[in-house]
């Protein structure tokens, strides 16, 4: 994400929350997500929640347009404390705390998952050791306690340590075991099994829910034909995800990210028609470009945008355009 430009479902934990009273309740959402992992939809739209103004239009939680199926908080921030995060609703916002969580619940009761992102361009999070790894786990952990998140996206712009990251989301995965988990990494981090940011994907590849690389602010980069592709292309979104699964992430495992509007980037910006033309190039071999892969793969996730904001401000283009095809594939 751009910060300084544009800023860089009901599982059996959600049952207790918004259903029938039961006895163990109270115990049991100190322990669950509200909306739960299990819950998101087989085809999913991400959208980032701006906390706040860089020019974009304002939103609350309740203003976040109906296709977002995971609406990721950005941003918690790093603490003294090596590897904690914390999180603090912007002042400039004017948004009652108790009313931010009352929007939090309301989005989860229409079954949508609600996490706290962690990073952003100027996210500076180091989780490097034993320490700083329980340290983020905790945190984050506490986090879901106290707003009511149902996880955590991880959007480490400046490098993550596999070892210890792993490590970190693992114990928050033992504590939330319906946590959802989200990435989204930059183009070059996911070039390789052998990156950082790819090897902790593949690490937690038993529950991570989806990781929605950036496809924007980006160089060229290699498709997984070894041919180089330029962004802003269709060939650059269905190429580099194709990457992504020949390198071992589940087609479900893998969403294409891309700027809401021109404003919402520097560069990589596509419009939402060409969104589609990917997710059908990925999952039915149609709409292609010069690059086709050699397989379809009809359970790829879906898509995300950055941001919210950002496609308030175009008029909801990018949502209404590429929400309901996402959800009518396959």
Known sequence: MIVGLAAGALAAGGLFAFGTANANADETAASSPRVGASAVPKHAVTGYWQNFDNGAKVQTIADVQDEYDIIAVAFADATTTPGQVDFKLDPALNYDEAKFKEDVAAKQKAGKSVIVSVGGEKGAVQVSDDAS???????????????????????????????????????????????VVTMAPQTVDMQSPENEYFKTALNIKDFLTVVNMQYYNSGSMNGCDGKVY????????????????KGGLDPSQVGIGTPASSKAAGSGYVEPSVVNNALDCLAKGENCGSFKPDEKWP????????????????????????????????
């Open 230 to 245: 330029s962004s802003g292309t269709v060939d650059f979104l269905t190429a580099l995800a194709c990457t992504q699964i």
């Open 299 to 330: 359970g790829i996730r879906g898509a995300m945008t950055w941001s919210t904001a950002w496609d308030a401000a175009d008029g909801d283009k990018w949502s209404s355009t590429v929400g309901p095809h996402v959800h009518a594939l396959p």
């Open 133 to 179: 790894a329980d340290a983020f786990a905790k945190s984050i952990t506490g986090l879901m306690d106290e707003y009511g998140f149902d996880g955590v996206d991880i959007d480490l712009e400046n490098g993550l340590n596999s070892t210890y990251m792993t490590k970190a989301l693992k114990a928050i995965h033992s504590a939330k075991p319906d946590v």
